[in-house]
């Protein structure tokens, strides 16, 4: 941990700072809140549940521990352990020198601060303040527990390391750190934000379009591809076979045409902010805040989930993400011993109220995801980590026989018993055994394992460490036995 962030601080806990607050949480970060807010842990509880929802359909690892969450009456209090402070109070420059200064006067020596602010330059936040190089700007994107952009914004002021901090804290909880090169008002995303939002103005003013229309001219057109592949990796594209230099010799002359209001805006009269008001509310007035909340969660989980498969973009965040979670729910399997005739323990969870069927009852893809857990804890058990996939090498699950034995509900607490039956240089023949409080079994599953060069895409005889834990193993279970039903295929009819 390079960062050394154990404990984080939120100062505002609304739409941005919640955000803040949850994917810190979700990641396994301790936070001290405050926020004055009266209806504060209210607003908190229903962001970070949403959050979680979010993080149940997108990761596939076991989500692990949550950070602690703890409210506090004074900046004071909140700030006074944390490593790294998150500022998202109300976008006022008076406002937030005077909250900077009671971070100052509390915080501990060499604790990150940073601002969530989308339009002022950290040379004007760190304006007044006794440390100014400990102030930068850590600009995120709503929903902050799902989108990974952050922009960071430094002065001279700052210490380059510092920021090599912060960026690589952010990292580590499934962020993509953009390090802007020089301040500018809005910084890089939201300018764009701005003249787009500017000309939609102006449509709606002149009657063009109406904010429905609008939304849909972006979410059914270039909004998708911007999505995947921003703007001029997009005009790349367009440009064919030629490339930009062929996209831009086509369509650069349009730049002089006066197409956009860009360098104007409409004034903000009382019957222009009525007019897209209730446009507004006629397009998505039958939806509550939460609900569309959940709505958007759902549409980017579904677009990461897309992005990951191909390993591109914003999915390659969420896979390097769900990487560091499945280490941290595996990572207490390393420290079990291997007892000689004892299969080992090396996972637990609970069943989830998302993972039963209309019969209250486990669903089969859930038992599963269970056993494939369990394989995986035992796959870092015997070192197939990270620096061993480096070197191109993995192991892949090449046959399954899972026994449904008794049904589970919600709320049940599993634990996985892993034997290894069987291996020779390149296979693996595991079984596992999930048993409830009770001790009874609920499922087992059976697998075949093989060993393989991801680079050749061929078999391959295992490695060390992977070669010397499983003879280790080998020679414990060596005495257990194997059951009746192993190996047995299913019965015929």
């Given amino acids: 941990m390079a960062h050394g962030v154990k404990k984080a601080a939120a100062i505002g806990g609304g739409v941005i700072g919640g955000g803040w607050v949850a994917r810190f949480l979700l990641n396994g970060i301790d936070v001290a809140v405050y926020d004055p807010h009266p209806e504060a842990k209210r607003i908190m509880s229903e962001i970070l549940a949403n959050a979680e929802r979010a993080y149940a359909k997108m990761l596939l690892p076991p ?59 950290p040379s004007e936040l760190q304006d007044g303040a006794k440390h100014p190089e400990r102030i930068f700007v850590a600009h995120p994107f709503n929903p902050v527990y799902l989108l990974p952009l952050v922009e960071l914004v430094r002065t001279e002021k700052n210490d380059p390391k510092a920021l090599d901090r912060a960026a690589a804290f952010l990292t580590e909880v499934g962020m993509k750190p953009l390090h802007v090169r020089k301040e500018i008002d809005a910084h890089i995303a939201d300018r764009f934000l701005e003249a787009v939002w500017r000309e939609g103005l102006w449509l709606i003013k002149d009657g063009i379009a109406t904010t429905e229309e609008i939304d849909d001219a972006i979410r059914f057109g270039f909004g998708l591809r911007w999505a995947q592949m921003g703007l001029f990796e997009t005009y790349r594209v367009a440009g064919g076979e030629a490339g930009m230099r062929h996209f831009i010799a086509q369509f650069g002359p349009c730049l002089s045409w006066p197409w956009t209001k860009l360098m104007d805006v409409p004034e903000l009269t009382d019957e222009l902010v009525e007019m897209i008001a209730t446009q507004s509310d006629e397009q998505s007035g039958k939806y509550t805040i939460r609900e569309l909340e959940r709505i958007r969660d759902d ?16 999915g390659q965040s969420l896979k390097e993400m769900e990487n560091r979670f499945y280490a941290k729910a595996h990572a207490g399997s390393a420290k079990t011993e291997i007892e000689d005739g004892k299969p080992l323990q090396l996972y637990s969870t609970q069943v989830r109220g998302d993972w039963v069927d209309y019969n209250g009852h486990m669903t089969e ?77 609920v499922c087992t599953g059976e697998h075949m394992l093989l060993h393989v060069n991801t680079e050749e895409a061929r078999a391959c005889p295992m490695e060390s460490p992977v070669t010397d834990r499983v003879e280790t193993i080998a020679r414990a279970h060596g005495g257990i036995g194997t059951p009746e039903f192993a190996g047995r295929p299913i019965r015929t009819i």
């Avoid at 549409?299 to 914003?314: S, T, Y």
């Fill in 365 to 441: 893809f859930r038992y599963l995801q269970v056993l494939a857990d369990g394989t995986d804890a035992f796959l870092i058990f015997i070192g197939m980590d990270e620096t061993y996939r480096k070197r191109g090498l993995s192991i892949y699950t090449v046959e399954t026989h899972i026994r449904h034995v008794r049904e589970c509900k919600a709320g049940e607490k599993l634990t996985l018993y892993t034997r290894l039956l069987g291996k020779d240089e390149k296979r693996l023949r595991i079984l596992h055994e999930v048993l409830n409080e009770a001790g009874d079994v």
């Fill in 299 to 314: 549409n980017l989980v579904g677009i990461l989930q897309a992005l990951k498969a191909n390993d591109w973009g914003a």
């Fill in 63 to 121: 989500l692990g521990e949550m950070g602690t969450l703890t409210f506090h009456d004074t900046i004071a209090d909140a700030v006074k352990d944390a490593d790294y402070i998150q500022e998202s109070v109300p976008e006022r420059l008076d406002i937030k020198h005077k909250v900077f200064a009671e971070i100052e006067a509390t915080a501990k020596k060499g604790a990150l601060i940073g601002s969530s602010t989308s339009g002022y330059k």
